[in-house]
């Protein structure tokens, strides 16, 4: 019980995650804690920049993947056809007995 009462004292001065702060806008705190942690406090490293730019990609993405809908798997043909592939073979994978064999 020791451990997780040191690491709830600690907490408290313990940086924020760049993507939450991303997530916030607050881009120049995001980019602050990847140059302390990730180059060493060089500002211009490239590292940095190409972590911040994905890290604005992916909550972006994140973003856009909320409008989607449940029924968008069987708005489509194609989309209907895939849905209808990933659960009959849910169901025939099971139905096969390969788990009741093995165990």
Request: charged share 25%; no cysteine; net charge neutral.
């Amino acid at each position: 019980m020791a451990y997780p009462v040191i690491q709830l004292t600690l907490v408290w001065w313990l940086p924020e995650s760049p993507r939450w702060y991303v997530s916030k806008d607050r881009f120049d705190d995001a980019k602050a804690v990847l140059t302390k942690f990730h180059a060493g406090g060089d500002e211009n490293s490239e590292l940095v920049k190409v972590e911040l730019s994905e890290i604005v990609e992916a909550i972006q993405m994140e973003k856009q993947s909320k409008t989607t809908s449940w029924s968008e798997l069987w708005k489509t043909p194609g989309n209907r056809k895939r849905t209808y592939i990933t659960v009959t073979f849910g169901i025939f994978v099971n139905w096969v007995g390969n788990a009741v064999i093995s165990s």
